[in-house]
């Protein structure tokens, strides 16, 4: 059953501290991202992959940071240094071209709801 | 820099209408557009991409159009449904060309469909 899972649903932080959120894929894609997404604003680009071991800056990068040492997980560290973390975080993967992006379709995880004590 | 704007926050209709939401942007033509639909505390969904070079694309009850003279998207639901009461979003490259593969997102319009 192939498809792409965040884990965990819900997450609380204290302040001070770093969490990591999980992104698993399954469906052999290359690129992935990471986004935010706050009430009445579209989704926010934190960072994204397009291939194994090599990853980019987004729109919104200050505070987090993630790594891509294999083709199939895309972890987001939510660092004491991002000031307003409260948000619901999205994954997305999609087919890419192998380090270079295509026009494809984004396929998105359940999300993760971060919420800062 | 690119900019998105899904003209209305919210759209009530009835069962059984057409739904049609607007997507605008205000730079640059992009190479493709898609939109897709989120129910509240899930993921997006992918429903359709339009390239610049196609007028219109259909999908079952799902029409997309593209006027990149108007710089407009327009997303048509016929023969609405409750089922169909979610959000949905406008994307479109986030680069000049398309050349990142990235996205921009607008923020959504909220669709009710009453029975």
């Known amino acids: 059953d192939g498809g792409i899972t965040q884990s965990p649903k819900y997450l609380f932080r204290k302040e001070g501290q770093n969490v990591t959120l999980s992104c698993e894929q399954n469906?052999?894609?290359?690129?992935m991202y990471w986004y935010r997404q706050d009430p009445g604003q579209g989704l926010r680009l934190i960072y994204y992959?397009?291939?194994?071991?090599?990853?980019q800056k987004g729109d919104i990068a200050e505070g987090y940071s993630v790594s891509r040492e294999k083709k199939e997980s895309f972890p987001l560290t939510v660092t004491s240094a991002q000031k307003n973390p409260t948000a619901f975080y999205l994954c997305a993967s999609s087919i890419g071209g192998g380090g270079r992006p295509t026009y494809n379709e984004q396929f998105f995880g359940p999300g993760t709801r971060l919420t800062v004590l | 820099s690119q900019k998105i704007e899904q003209n209305s926050e919210a759209l009530n209709i009835q069962e059984g209408k057409t739904a049609t939401l607007t997507c605008n942007y205000t730079?640059?033509?992009?190479?493709?557009l898609q939109w897709y639909r989120q129910d509240p505390g899930r993921g997006p969904v992918f429903l359709l991409l339009i390239r610049e070079n196609e007028k219109e694309k259909r999908k079952e009850r799902l029409k997309v159009t593209f006027d990149t003279t108007l710089k407009q998207s327009l997303f048509h639901i016929t023969a609405s449904q409750p089922a169909d009461s979610a959000t949905y979003l406008c994307?479109?490259?986030?680069?000049?060309?398309?050349?990142?593969?990235?996205?921009?997102f607008g923020k959504g319009t909220k669709l009710s469909v009453k029975p």
């Open positions: 469906l052999n894609h290359d690129a």
């Open positions: 994307a479109l490259d986030s680069d000049y060309g398309g050349s990142q593969g990235n996205l921009i």
């Open positions: 730079n640059y033509s992009p190479a493709y």
């Open positions: 992959s397009q291939i194994v071991n090599d990853f």
